[in-house]
């Protein structure tokens, strides 16, 4: 499975930001999910943050999962700016998805969160999920450089909170 050249992996994290800037205007937390076709141009789906328990990648993901088949999702990749929680990657798991991209750490959005209410983020990377299942998801990131713009709009929305 060939891998998303570096101006690709670009255009769909700031997309991905520009899809969290939407879920802002909609009222909910600044993560997008975008979902990339295996010829790594046609955009399949994208998805707003909506709730602490409907993540923009885990309801994209079990979108995914119930509109195209598992074979062809193990050829997408799913890009979101900041790193899947542990909840998100176990529903991408699940759901088939064999690639992941993401611009910045979680660790990095705690920096911006820090204990507020609304996001308890839990200290368990992506890769620590994947790397306890039986199927080798590839995970590329974080990419140093989206990470300003990510980290801008994470900080923008968490301190006027």
Not at 65 to 79: D, I, K, R, S, V
Not at 107 to 129: D, F, I, K, W
């Amino acid at each position: 499975m060939c891998r998303p050249n570096q101006e690709q992996i670009l255009k769909f994290l700031k997309l991905s930001n520009d899809v969290g800037r939407r879920a802002t205007e909609l009222g909910h937390h600044p993560f997008g999910a975008v979902l990339v076709a295996p010829d790594h141009e046609t955009v399949l789906l994208t998805q707003c943050n909506i709730d602490t328990v409907n993540h923009a990648e885990s309801t994209l993901a079990r979108v995914a999962a119930t509109n195209y088949p598992a074979e062809y999702l193990w050829q997408c990749t799913l890009y979101t700016a900041v790193e899947p929680c542990c909840m998100c990657s176990g529903t991408i798991y699940w759901a088939n998805i064999g690639r992941v991209v993401y611009g910045m750490t979680e660790e990095r959005l705690l920096e911006c969160t820090g204990n507020h209410q609304e996001n308890p983020t839990m200290s368990v990377s992506a890769a620590y999920v994947f790397s306890h299942g039986q199927k080798d998801i590839d995970l590329i990131g974080p990419i140093p450089e989206i990470e300003a713009e990510t980290l801008k709009l994470q900080q923008h929305f968490w301190q006027n909170r």
